[in-house]
């Protein structure tokens, strides 16, 4: 088999030299001439399977410097010497050899040559199945699942006044992906106020109008467990390479990288790819970009390249056409009172507003009682009396976890990090303000902190506050949170 791929090869580097002149890049035939030899010399073929070529190239410079510079050519060649679709991989020399191990030899050209380790050759993996490795353009792209739930479609989105601007200017991106200064979209609201759903809505559409498009949506969490999995593995150049053919990327909860530097550096290396390449991205977030915290600040500026728009609270108009369109979708209807009185009850935000619907409708259904206005506001009181918030350390301490987007572990950490301390600090603070429990006592429950670390976090805050902007906007939106 190594001598047909080595035969193979040599082909293709022949017919490659032999139409360096025919290149669309033609202006530059002298330095591409004189580069070639030099630079595929160290390139060797590791496997040809089932029409999926792996390259053997030295370093991340090797395989760029072919996608930039020779890729239709290359193209062309394997598809003389292979056939159509063609994939092409690329595995990246490992840097250190282990040691006491045989070297390993790959007949190129007619000799022994020894070849370093290479990494083991895997395809990049996202939630434990995807299987793509590297297309080259010009060859159809491999089929990847797109992670879009259809229930979340625009025909699906109740428009409003919250919401209409995003709504508007998402409609006109899944018509011109990447094509509009619209790009990245930042949307950024409150919990269960729709901004998962508008974004994945633009996927859905691009998805209907340009099919072979390939669109990716993936939660800040799915993100960053992937990096880890595939840097475990040594396999980085893989992970950036997945999301290098994704032509509209929507990632949600972009919070929640705060505190990851590593994953903040792919993360800004795959953006500027993407958007120099006029790939579409779509960012949604619980908090404006300014008020993310510990995110590089060139990140953050990244996120300001395009539009940012903000998603409210639904208004009373906007809440009885969501109540309507469940209504309607379930089959079931109520009188106008009903649902004005429904409307007006619940303000929050739509989850809120359906898990309410859904009580109601239930417990008449279980009940099998018509739906009255009197039922309808004993059953609600039925509902508020159970979900009545108790404050104490435990939904404390879940409350600023969430507000900063951090696990409730990292708060019984010993680190030092600000991103960590700040949020530590608030907790034993409010724990303080709204519990009686003592500072003894709020130290053990903080992961066994001693009273004289409680009483210097309760000290900073109040210091902070009185002199820092930031700290008393975290202070005021984190009370609101926590009374709420």
């Known amino acids: 088999m190594s001598q047909n791929l080595n035969l193979i090869w040599n082909n293709c580097l022949q017919f490659m030299r032999d139409n360096l002149g025919a290149m669309e890049n033609a202006e530059n035939f002298g330095k591409l001439k004189d580069s070639f030899d030099i630079l595929f010399d160290k390139v060797y073929p590791l496997s040809l399977t089932d029409k999926n070529l792996t390259l053997v190239v030295p370093s991340d410079f090797y395989k760029e410097y072919i996608e930039e510079n020779y890729i239709p050519l290359l193209s062309a060649a394997l598809k003389k010497n292979i056939g159509k679709g063609v994939k092409l991989w690329y595995s990246i020399l490992e840097k250190k050899s282990t040691e006491n191990q045989a070297p390993v030899f790959h007949n190129i050209k007619g000799i022994n040559t020894p070849v370093p380790k290479v990494q083991k050759v895997v395809p990049p993996a996202y939630s434990g199945k995807i299987s793509t490795p590297y297309v080259m353009p010009g060859i159809k792209k ?20 919250s919401n209409r601007f995003a709504t508007t200017v998402s409609k006109t991106i899944a018509k011109r992906p990447g094509e509009t200064s619209f790009n990245p979209l930042f949307i950024y609201g409150g919990v269960g106020v729709g901004k998962t759903h508008i974004a994945q809505a633009i996927g859905l559409e691009v998805k209907n109008n340009f099919p072979d498009k390939v669109v990716l949506y993936v939660s800040s969490e799915k993100f960053i467990q992937h990096f880890i999995k595939e840097s475990k593995e040594k396999n980085k150049a893989g992970f950036m390479d997945f999301y290098k053919i994704v032509d509209v990327f929507i990632i949600d909860d972009i919070q929640f990288l705060s505190g990851k530097p590593a994953t903040q550096e792919s993360f800004f290396h795959i953006f500027d790819y993407l958007h120099q390449n006029g790939k579409q991205i779509v960012i949604t977030s619980d908090k404006a970009p300014a008020d993310i915290i510990d995110i590089q600040e060139r990140v953050i500026s990244r996120f300001k390249w395009g539009l940012t ?27 106008e009172d009903i649902v004005d009185f429904l409307a007006g009850e619940v303000q929050s935000n739509v989850r809120e507003l359906i898990g309410v619907i859904n009580s109601v409708i239930a417990y008449s259904t279980i ?25 104490d350390i435990p939904y404390i301490q879940e409350v600023v976890c969430d507000y900063f987007g951090i696990k409730r572990e990292q708060l019984y950490s010993k680190t030092r990090k600000r991103e960590i301390t700040l949020p530590r600090q608030f907790v034993m603070y409010f724990a303080k303000e709204f519990t009686d429990a003592t500072y003894a006592k709020i130290g053990t429950e903080m992961g066994g902190k001693d009273h004289s ?31 709420k």
């Open 142 to 161: 491999m089929e990847i699942d797109s992670n879009l739930n259809p229930i979340h479609s625009f025909d699906n989105f109740i428009e409003g006044e």
């Open 309 to 335: 728009v903000d998603i409210k609270s639904p208004d009373f108009e906007t809440r009885k056409k969501i109540i309507n369109n469940k209504l309607d979708r379930d089959g079931i209807q109520l009188s």
């Open 367 to 391: 009940y099998k009682s018509d739906l009255t206005l009197d039922l309808l506001k004993d059953v609600i009181n039925k509902i508020a009396s159970n979900q009545k918030k108790i404050i």
């Open 453 to 483: 670390t409680v009483m210097h976090a309760c000290k900073t805050i109040k210091d902070g506050i009185e002199v820092d902007k930031q700290m008393k906007k975290y202070m005021k939106e984190l009370t609101m949170k926590i009374k």
